[in-house]
């Protein structure tokens, strides 16, 4: 078949429906049924589903033979004039004139249909035909939007998109959670996080932003968890938390009202009805405070899954701010208060939204001296982080920054159960494949 012809010609069926000539369509199989000498073929593409109506003696033969023998999820080619039909998906069905079979599909190990009741890693396993059920093309469209629009937002605000390496020579943020790696005669490993290239973007440039892959080697197995994710990261020069704060609140808002209004179908395949949230901003210690008369449990320096849970129902469509966070919940780079080595307290903050965290982030340090503080703190040797630590001797602007999980984000939004949904083809510890 001439590709370059049929893309010439081809109709999408979302458009055919308002053609009132022969049009030709390409897709998937989606279901066939019979009725005597009535065959019925649900055809399927990107952008919708349309009946295709052949009655014996009307349409040629071969066409009527081939119809009764093509499997579900073949591609095929057909062409054909549409007619009103009551009974027809969309009000309308379309007689062939010409079917032809351009790849046959042979026995699904998988059920694709929207109602299969198939579990997760079994899905996962046959992930290029899961990817055919429009439930689960509904969840990457608007999770497209949601990228798309995280980076409209700040481009048009002047911020400079940025692409950090993915192999680096020592750890972005401590530990030891790292996948090692090669790299000729040196031993290299797998980003963590573009935090440390971000930071000198910033203190040149003022504003950078990417969405990159990260990869943590954490031996977890959670619901919220991934080895692989892609983060939507800013860095801001001349800012604090609370400047880096009000970013989150409005690119949020705006990336939940471009899904409102472009996903329209997407969110009611769904079943999720959003609504653009409001902010509120507490302090850790008010927080502790706070779920202490829920009877929820916080810890010294962290917030329960618990405590993230109780937020959204207390405050429903909010994204709660929560800073001035414990120093010792916080990475080396978060400036202490105060500018003090020794403080307790930090300008770090969580943002949680629909019951979970969806971005860490605050000011940097951009003073070198208190940044070996700060590292031999954490038990990390500056000497390990020269390059980044000398980053910041000639003329650094206090600045912060913070990033939000894709996939996390995408979960949260749409309240997937699990994480894994709002990958394509997820990577964690025991999935390598497909």
Not at 125 to 142: E, M, P, T, V
Not at 302 to 323: C, M, N, Q, R, Y
Request: hydrophobic fraction near 40%; charged fraction near 30%.
């Amino acid at each position: 078949m001439d590709m370059q012809k049929l893309q010439k010609n081809r109709t999408l069926i979302k458009d055919a429906f308002d053609s009132k000539k022969s049009v030709e369509l390409t897709g998937w199989v989606y279901d066939t049924r019979a009725l005597g000498k009535i065959k019925f073929l649900v055809l399927r593409d990107v952008s919708g589903e349309i009946q295709i109506t052949a009655v014996k003696g009307k349409v040629a033969d071969g066409i009527f033979k081939k119809l009764d023998k093509v499997s579900r999820e073949s591609v095929v080619y057909v062409r054909g004039t549409l007619k009103e039909s009551k009974q027809a998906p969309g009000g309308k069905e379309l007689i062939p004139e010409k079917f032809e079979v351009i790849a046959k599909a042979e026995e699904l190990p998988i059920d694709v249909s929207d109602f299969s009741k198939t579990e997760l890693p079994k899905r996962l396993d046959n992930r290029f035909l899961d990817l055919h059920r429009k439930r689960i093309q509904a969840i990457f469209k608007i999770q497209s939007t949601i990228s798309m629009a995280f980076r409209q937002h700040f481009i048009e605000k002047g911020f400079i998109e940025f692409q950090p390496p993915s192999i680096i020579g020592a750890s972005s943020e401590g530990g030891t959670d790292l996948f090692e790696a090669k790299y000729f005669e040196k031993k290299a490993f797998l980003a963590q996080s573009p935090q440390l290239y971000k930071q000198m973007i910033a203190c040149s440039m003022e504003k950078a932003m990417t969405i990159t892959p990260v990869w943590r080697a954490e031996k977890h197995n959670t619901i919220r968890h991934l080895n692989e994710c892609r983060q939507m990261d800013i860095e801001m020069g001349f800012a604090d938390a609370f400047v880096v704060m009000k970013q989150i609140e409005e690119v949020v808002q705006y990336i939940v009202k471009e899904v409102i209004e472009k996903n329209k179908e997407e969110l009611e395949l769904l079943g999720v009805r959003l609504k653009i949230p409001k902010a509120k901003y507490m302090t850790f210690a008010e927080v502790a405070k706070l779920m202490k008369e829920q009877g929820v449990h916080v810890g010294k320096d962290d917030l329960s899954g618990e405590a993230e849970k109780k937020l959204d129902e207390l405050f429903p469509d909010t994204i709660v701010f929560v800073h001035d966070w414990p120093l010792s919940g916080k990475p080396f780079y978060i400036m202490p208060k105060g500018e003090k080595a020794d403080a307790e307290l930090s300008e770090g903050f969580d943002a949680i939204y629909k019951g979970m965290e969806i971005s860490s982030g605050g000011q940097r340090i951009h003073l070198p001296d208190l940044l070996i503080e700060r590292l031999k703190a954490k038990g990390l040797n500056p000497v390990d982080f020269k390059d980044y630590v000398d980053s910041f001797r000639y003329g650094a602007p206090p600045h912060g920054g913070w990033s939000i999980g894709l996939e996390r984000f995408t979960q949260v939004l749409l309240g997937l159960e699990n994480i894994r949904e709002a990958v394509m083809f997820p990577r964690d510890r025991d999935r390598l494949s497909p």
